[in-house]
């Protein structure tokens, strides 16, 4: 098991620093955008990119924040009460938000599918969405891998 | 049991626009909602969310089509590359009016039937009036927009570059407060968003450069199985409702421009009609765009040319 | 089952599961998902879902939350921020909570160039927070104040919210921009108050230091001066239109990169710790975002903040009384779903009643957006608190009773406006004219 914990963490550290690569290209790519419009050539679409580049950092960032337990939860309650009943619920809410996880996974990929049929592309630059929605698609199955390890820890009393 | 025959019949649907409750376009929305209730009885009855609080601008029609709204009120030009050819419309082909632009894009319609529209049942579409110059230094020729800054998205991007200023990027609600600052130095619009995004506290100049004013391209369409499930007397008051508020639609483009135009005056705007020559030269500059636009709709196995001259034809009347 | 029972169901199992450890996010999203199905179609809601993520993920806006984030890393990391809170100590250490004072300043100056409030949060969070404990700070004060003062954005300009509701409202944003500043100066102005009063009464909520002389205060300017230097080349930058504040977020943060490196404060481990740092606040935060706004699509299908809006609006109750109740529908409508959205769902039902009911229009907008600025602190979803307690690992209830007291604040400036109204209308009046 431990084996399938590395990976997942190591995936997930992967994609942590693409998201860490993108931040770092919207910051240059908006600093350079004002220092070119000072001579009046703007870097047309910047708008776009950085809007995308967003979606890179979030999308990206998912496993990583989920592996570290960075999402707000409020856990007062279940920590009242006895280690096997709270380990209950924690099962049940990984499977919960796993079952969340390929929803919105999977109608990312329909929502993919569906740019490519429409032809719909960016206002500006023309370049097309439906790779967004196949990466955010991909990110939300890996975070499934992630919650599926927030079980293997929580069966090894190593969750908290 | 115990609902009444009338009850049991009431088609409920929703009904989602971008525009905010109190703008003029989204009031006219309403009342076609009431019309509809009106003259169908009470058979139908249509539950209407103003300010894009059920679908945001952007994918009102992919919504439409997947049941999220079954009337939605958008712009075409939101979802690029969907509508190849009715967005031949949103280029700078020289608009004068919004009741010009608003039947030509009806006519549109009838005639080519683009399949690109056929996954909805259109109820009327529409077009804002002349999208035009509005700028914080006069621009009275060609030569004055020269590097200058204009905010600018989409479709007005490449017109703003032929005119030989630099498009900017922002978004709508920022646009106010990047006028003011001088992040940029003018915006295109239709004459209405003086008004209604309060940019003519800011700019002081409209130039009337009707030869390479562009539109953008609206429309009203309704969720496909919803329509075909409605019965052929009701489909019929959809229908003629709809046609009456396309010229009620594009009549209160006009009206909310001539607002537009009142209500800049009272803050010490200054329009700037162009010559005929110097707007000749305007309309020259931007020709190139319309012209690669419809040849690549061609290259799609469209008919972008002959849209194209459609649209130039009837404009010239 | 009637919508408006089934959306306050809903509302209530979102309430219930947030008791049962799941992500809070993760929760608004399922039941958003599963309403929104029950009411309208699982096909619709499915592709809502998905719709919903892509644009929240997929948008300009947002991006300033991780670039502000990542400006706070970077100062932290490299030890500006050590460097900037010793200099305010040595001004400002001997007064009961003077560092938790200078925060309030600092914050208020920063606001200039940062007009998100989760982001402004979050870069006073990573930044404030560990200077605060190093010099003996309660976590209560410290965590407290930095959940607080984030919000001072709102009020002053340019702020979103005030733009919004000027276009709503057909009002001048211009004059609503000058509305906001002095209740804005106001509300800082009355959390230093706090901040002084509840350490008068608790010293070891700030504890005083020793007084420095004027010798070794002017000895520690240098040391910060570059930092001032960068601050004040980004509000010039956006005064005189080189940027705009969002891109502000990108401009600060590289000008602050380059003074680190060339300082050699920073190496490049420093700085790649402190990006992917921000990119899980960032996760986080857009994670809330993504959650207010599937299970605002709910609400919005419910019909519910129409019907209550229609509702109170018919009472025939004291004017004073309506408002109130305005506001707390607004308190409790931000408070599940986006402010913005909100605001843009109810403003307009409740605007011609404002107006009837005889008060200003611009006055409404500024109590609007005092009561926005609780809510952002306010449970359940208290996105500021949210962001505090991720940065600083503090729990809620620490949190919590550290914000009580300046909500307190809020309260009064609220009251205050109420019966002094000039304190909104008066420098637009005096400014532009009269109307
Ligand atoms: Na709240
Ligand atoms: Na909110």
Known sequence: ?160 | PGLSAAQQKTITLNYSNFFPAPHKNSQLAEAWCKEIEKRTDGKVKITYFPGGTLTPAAQTYENVTKGIADIGFSVFGYTRGRFPMISIMDNPLGYKSGVQATKLINEFYKKFKPKELDDVHVLYLHAHGPGILHTKKAVNKLEDLKGMKIRAQGTVVPIVQALGGAPVGTTMPETYDALRTGVVDGAMSPQEALEGWKWGEIVKFTTQNFGSAYTATMFVVMNKNKWNSLPPDIQKIFNEVSAEYADKQGKLWDEIDKLGYDWSATKGHKVIALSKEEDAKWAAAVKPIYEKYAAEVQAKGLPGNEALKFCLDFLKK | MNEVVVGIIGLCIVLLLFLTGIELAFAMILIGFLGFGYLISFHAALNLLAKDVFDVFNSYSFTVIPLFVLMGQIAFNSGIAKRLFDAAYKFIGHVPGGLAIATVAGATAFKSICGSSPATAATFASVAVPEMDRYSYDKRLSTGIVAVVGTLGVLLPPSVTLIIFGIITDQSIGRLFLAGIVPGLISAFFFVVIIYGWCKMNPALGPKGPKSSWAVRIKSVPEVAWVILIFVLVIAGILKGFFTPTEAGSVGTFLVLILVFAKRDLNFKGYWKSALESVRTACMVLFLIAGSTVLGHFIVVTKIPMIAADWIVSLPLPSWLVLVFIALIYLLGGSFIDDLAFMILATPIFYPAIQKLGYDPMWFAIMICITVMAGVVVPPVAINVFVVKNITKTPFSVIYKGVYPFLLSLLFVAILLFIFPALATWLPGRLMGAM
Not at chain 1, 43 to 70: H, Q, Y
Not at chain 1, 120 to 148: D, N, R
């Open chain 1, 1 to 160: 098991m431990g084996g399938f914990l590395n990976v997942v963490l190591r995936l997930s550290n992967w994609m942590h620093a693409i998201a860490g690569a993108a931040l770092t290209f919207i910051m240059l790519l908006t600093v350079s955008d004002v220092f070119l419009r000072l001579f009046a050539r703007p870097i047309v679409g910047t708008f776009e990119l950085v809007g995308l580049g967003g979606a890179v950092i979030i999308g990206f960032g998912i496993p990583i924040t989920s592996w570290n337990r960075g999402h707000i939860f409020v856990d007062f309650l279940v920590n009242m009460f006895p280690d096997s009943l709270r380990d209950g619920f924690n099962i049940v809410t990984r499977l919960i938000s796993m079952g969340l996880f390929i929803l919105v996974g999977w109608n990312l990929f329909v929502l993919g599918i569906d740019m490519v049929k429409s032809g719909e592309v960016s206002t500006t630059l023309l370049m097309p969405f439906y790779p967004v929605a196949y990466g955010l698609g991909v990110c939300c199955f890996i975070q499934c891998l992630v919650l599926i390890c927030d079980i293997v820890k929580i069966a090894g009393g190593k969750y908290e």
